[in-house]
């Protein structure tokens, strides 16, 4: 397997897959996941899942913002991978990000790795 990083997305939204040495694969995003970036993490949750890793970890923990249209790719991409027989999880998301994902009900669809210290 190429251990060189893979890149997706646009020029403002890089999301970088690696391989995760768990038998997975790695979307480390970072920015602002919105409207206008949503396609391009769309476009690489189905990537990873189409290699059949045994599960895609996407890493938030460089994510500052994200949108409903984000949610919406995050829950798609979870339909599409539960439909492969894969494990998506997400990884290290920031407190505001959290949040987000808390009020929504994702915490209780998604395995959360390494969430942060928030206040109920």
């Known amino acids: 397997m190429d251990k060189t990083p893979d890149t997706a997305g646009v020029a403002d939204f890089p999301i970088r897959v690696l391989p995760d040495f768990q038998g997975g694969a790695v979307l480390a995003v970072q920015g602002e996941v919105d409207v206008a970036t949503a396609p ?43 439909g492969a027989g894969v494990r998506v999880l997400l990884a290290k998301p920031g407190p505001g990000v959290y949040r987000l994902l808390r009020t929504s009900g994702m915490v209780e669809i998604f395995e959360i790795l390494e969430p942060p210290d928030v206040d109920a």
Do not use: N, Q, T
Not at 49 to 76: M, Y
């Open 40 to 82: 391009a993490l769309r476009e690489a949750i189905v990537r990873a899942v189409d290699g059949r890793p045994a599960r895609v970890v996407i890493d938030l923990g460089a994510v500052s913002f994200l949108d409903s249209s984000a949610l919406g790719v995050l829950i798609s991409g979870y339909k599409y991978a539960l």
